[in-house]
């Protein structure tokens, strides 16, 4: 949209005149409310995946349209081998004009480059989406970012921009889909300024928090929207290239678009309290949007600064919603009891895992570990990731053929590191 400044004078008081005479007034027209269910339409997500009931990640494709696909003194940051920085909260005044300038450097924009066919028939580097980032650590000649993994997942090579237009390329440290965390390191003369992780489990609804981030690609850089908590301890189902995950997230009102994932949502000290990453986007609805917890990404970061991935227990078995699956087929085929209508249907099993060891198959259909019910896929790997641990021997309970079978499953670790 081209716009300019109006100063023809004779022109203006004229219709200045022309209102006062006329003295009418255009309402905008209202469209009618149409109350839906919030979480209940599927909407593209994730590189890789989508993410469903109407939650999607801020990533903007490279089609061109605005397709959806984580405080300092800026002369005196200092270098510190931990995530802790020793940096002073503003005054009590709460001047968020001095705090995104402080902070301002630190935040970055990310653009995702990968190989794509040229005409010629040959492969270039284009870029394939935008993000947000925040400097978060600064540790001798290396400076680290935090993001989304959806805005560098699928990327050949990152570029970041900084806040005084220099780029530079950045390195993958690891990258963990199910909790969409990505970190990332640079030279650290780029840092002008880090930023400080505050607690986020102090957070309470309707405090005023502030997002900043790169709305729309990285021509509107470092825009800034304020907002409230809206909710705490928010949890939405989502679909990540490691499959369904129940993620825990902040909602808030602060104004979040396309592009502004993984840009930091901050608390009136100065202190990233949470990372965006969701918002809804549906008819009818607005200001809703979702930040990953500063608390729980913590000990995420820590585990990809360490080994470059999270480590969690390994099953080995492909998994579908049993409600997935026709009623026909889980009647006829499976010949499940008429009462069976959740679980988690195993698509495959991998050879030399965990659940091929203890003599599962693929047509399995799991219906509780250690005695806790499970009705989805989502369940199970909750349930796996936060209740066991690497080495843990669980009980799992299935159905093969119609008949409950109980068997012992000894958990391992599975050997894939993030690239």
Excluded: C
């Excluded at 400044?5 to 255009?26: C, G, H, I, L, P």
């Excluded at 630190?106 to 400097?135: D, H, L, M, P, Y």
């Excluded at 929207?225 to 939405?236: F, L, N």
């Amino acid at each position: 949209m081209k716009m300019g400044y109006y100063d023809d004078t004779e022109r203006k008081e004229a219709m200045e005149q022309e209102s006062r005479e006329t003295n009418r007034y255009v309402q905008p027209q209202k469209k009618p409310s149409r109350m839906r269910g919030i979480l209940s339409s599927v909407i593209s997500g994730v590189v890789g995946g989508a993410l469903v009931l109407g939650v999607q990640p801020y990533f903007e494709e490279e089609t061109g349209s605005n397709q959806p696909s984580y405080s300092v003194d800026s002369n005196t940051a200092q270098e510190n081998s931990t995530n802790e920085v020793n940096t002073q909260p503003l005054s009590s005044t709460n001047n968020i004009a001095d705090m995104v300038e402080n902070l301002s450097p630190a935040i970055v924009g990310i653009s995702n480059k990968q190989q794509q066919r040229s005409f010629g028939g040959g492969t270039q580097s284009a870029e394939a989406g935008t993000g947000s980032g925040v400097i978060f650590k600064k540790d001798g000649n290396t400076a680290y970012i935090i993001t989304n993994n959806h805005v560098i997942e699928g990327a050949s090579s990152i570029e970041i921009t900084y806040s005084d237009g220099e780029k530079s390329e950045a390195e993958l440290v690891g990258a963990d889909p199910l909790t969409d965390t990505a970190v990332l390191k640079i030279d650290s003369k780029y840092a002008k300024a880090v930023a400080q992780f505050g607690d986020s489990g102090k957070l309470r609804a309707g405090e005023r928090v502030v997002a900043i981030g790169n709305p729309l690609g990285l021509d509107f850089s470092r825009t800034v929207t304020e907002g409230i908590i809206s909710g705490t301890d928010r949890t939405v189902p989502i679909e990540t290239s490691e499959g369904n995950w129940d993620l825990s997230v902040i909602q808030t009102d602060a104004a979040i678009n396309p592009g502004n994932s993984g840009g930091p949502l901050l608390n009136m000290n100065g202190q990233v309290i949470g990372i965006n990453s969701l918002k809804i986007t549906q008819d009818g609805v607005e200001g809703i949007g979702f930040a990953i917890p500063s608390n729980d990404l913590q000990p995420i970061v820590d585990e990809l600064l360490a080994k470059g991935k999270v480590d969690r227990p390994f099953l080995g078995v492909g998994l579908i919603d049993l409600s997935q699956v026709p009623e026909q087929y889980r009647t006829n085929t499976l010949k499940l009891p008429n009462d069976v209508t959740e679980g988690v249907f195993v698509q495959g099993v991998s050879p030399g895992s965990p659940a091929s060891e203890a003599g599962m198959k693929e047509g399995d259909v799991i219906v509780a570990m250690n005695g806790t019910k499970i009705k989805s896929s989502g369940e199970l790997r909750k349930f796996l990731y936060s209740q066991t641990a690497i080495g843990d021997e669980i009980d799992v309970e299935f159905y093969r053929q119609g008949e409950k079978v109980t068997e012992k499953v000894k958990l391992s670790q599975k050997e894939v590191v993030n690239s």
